[in-house]
């Protein structure tokens, strides 16, 4: 079976720029959750996807945004990129809501750069 | 704030040794805890992980410890073996708040470097 994919993998924007991130969930799991990982941090919390609707949001401004489709997939959508929103963008999934002892499912992630 | 804190950036271990990663907390409201392993290029993978209810959990050479008054969780690897080198990270999360779903909090990881 396969995994969380994600697309694309790598992405250079500059600043001021929009961009769409896409993710694939494991077959079956109904909950998407996106997290961004700066370099030497951990990764943090952005949004929490289940059955379309948003279940739980992190500490980010509104020029984060996301959707989940009826397949399941998602997008994270980020306006007016700053430099600091370089980061590494991983998506999970799990079978239902995650966080409450659901473990999550990883995506390799999409290493964004913004110049 | 950190609310979840790996102090040690880095772990050198020699190859059969047990290898001990730790993990401190602040937010008492967290009641489940998880470790994570990453290899570079890769997500993080699900390593093992422990209820508040309970004060140690074991999978294989895989053991976490949770000293609930002391806000302070361990993973015990034994005996190390040298795929067990990456970064690891802790994770925690409160079922009795927002019923789960305001996504795990993670430490800034432990990179585990298991020499030969």
């Known amino acids: 079976d396969a995994g969380v994919t994600q697309s694309p993998t790598h992405l250079i924007k500059t600043r001021g720029q929009q961009v769409t991130l896409r993710c694939s969930p494991i077959?079956?799991?109904?909950?998407v959750s996106w997290y961004q990982q700066v370099l030497g941090q951990g990764p943090q919390f952005i949004f929490q996807y289940y059955e379309k609707e948003e279940r739980g949001r992190g500490n980010f401004p509104d020029r984060f945004s996301a959707r989940q489709f009826p397949n399941y997939s998602s997008e994270l959508n980020v306006n007016a990129l700053l430099l600091g929103d370089s980061a590494l963008y991983l998506c999970a999934s799990s079978p239902e809501i995650a966080g409450g002892g659901e473990k999550l499912f990883f995506g390799s992630g999409t290493q964004l750069s913004v110049l | 704030d950190q609310q979840v804190k790996q102090n040690s950036p880095s772990l050198s271990v020699q190859e059969g040794r047990i290898s001990i990663l730790n993990c401190d907390y602040t937010?008492?409201?967290?009641?489940?805890f998880l470790w994570y392993k990453k290899y570079p290029a890769e997500g993080p993978t699900f390593l093992i992980s422990?209820?508040?209810?309970?004060d140690k959990n074991e999978d294989g050479r895989f053991t976490v410890f949770l000293n609930k008054s002391a806000k302070h969780l361990s993973l015990h690897i034994v005996p190390s073996q040298p795929g067990d080198s990456a970064v690891y990270f802790c994770a925690a999360s409160s079922r009795t708040s927002g019923g789960g779903a305001d996504g795990l909090t993670f430490g800034k990881g432990t990179h585990l470097i298991i020499q030969p």
């Open positions: 937010n008492s409201m967290f009641d489940y």
């Open positions: 077959s079956g799991h109904k909950s």
């Open positions: 422990i209820s508040s209810i309970k």
